[in-house]
Antibody
Framework: EVQLVESGGGLVQPGGSLRLSCAAS????????MSWVRQAPGKGLEWVAN????????QYVESVKGRFTISRDNPKNSLDLQMNSLRAEDTAVYYC??????????WGQGTMVTVSS | EIVLTQSPGTLSLSPGERATLSCRAS???????LAWYQQKPGQAPRLLIY???SRATGIRDRFSGSGSGTDFTLTISRLEPEDFAVYYC?????????FGQGTKVEIK
């Protein structure tokens, strides 16, 4: 079964850091671009970052540039998102998603990040 | 950044009726690189349509996408009970990829 499972969410103070992980299974992880998409409570979806198959290219939405870092470990079938200098507006459910070059076709169940004092 | 505006915000319909959802882009979407997703409460989004009109694997043919340039439509020909959800369009022709704000299809 093709599956993505996120972990690492939680409550963090403004200015703090958190590292999210996504475990992939059921497909050849190294053959796909991967992404993070977030959804603030009661709001719509926002693409956050993506990473090329071999990790050589990374793209970010402007609001997280310089604060978030996407990375992957192909032998371990894992995707990470290191989030630093967190702000209240980063509060959201963070989804790991597989990018097929035409759409996000597989999504994880999401992990909640709450930034609050 | 391309802004996608979805309308209406909420669509109140009965099972068996036809649903027509609109997604309008602030500028032309390159290569009609537009996708549609369905999201139910507490669940992750599910891909329905990509490339403006291609159905994703396993998606029933009552779902269809159309449009080009700046105007796109998702049509659900006959609503089934499981179709009541929020629908998002997304463009991936120009970075940053952006989503619309969503249309909620609710039971009338």
């Amino acid at each position: 079964e093709v599956q993505l499972v996120e972990s690492g969410g939680g409550l963090v103070q403004p200015g703090g850091s958190l590292r999210l992980s996504c475990a992939a299974s059921g497909f050849t992880f190294s053959s796909y671009w991967m992404s993070w998409v977030r959804q603030a409570p009661g709001k719509g979806l926002e693409w956050v970052a993506n990473i090329k198959k071999d990790g050589s290219e990374k793209q970010y939405v402007e609001s997280v540039k310089g604060r978030f870092t996407i990375s992957r470990d192909n032998p371990k079938n894992s995707l990470d998102l290191q989030m630093n200098s967190l702000r209240a507006e980063d509060t959201a459910v963070y989804y790991c998603a597989r990018w097929t070059m035409t759409a996000f076709d597989i999504w994880g169940q999401g992990t909640m990040v709450t930034v609050s004092s | 950044e391309i802004v996608l505006t979805q309308s209406p915000g909420t669509l109140s319909l009965s099972p068996g009726e036809r649903a027509t959802l609109s997604c309008r882009a602030s500028q032309s979407v390159n290569m009609n690189y537009l996708a549609w997703y369905q999201q139910k409460p507490g669940q992750a989004p599910r891909l329905l349509i990509y490339g403006a009109s291609s159905r994703a694997t396993g998606i029933r043919d009552r779902f269809s996408g159309s449009g080009s340039g700046t105007d796109f439509t998702l049509t659900i020909s006959r609503l089934e009970p499981e179709d009541f959800a929020v629908y998002y369009c997304q463009q991936y022709g120009t970075s940053p990829w952006t989503f619309g704000q969503g249309t909620k299809v609710e039971i009338k």
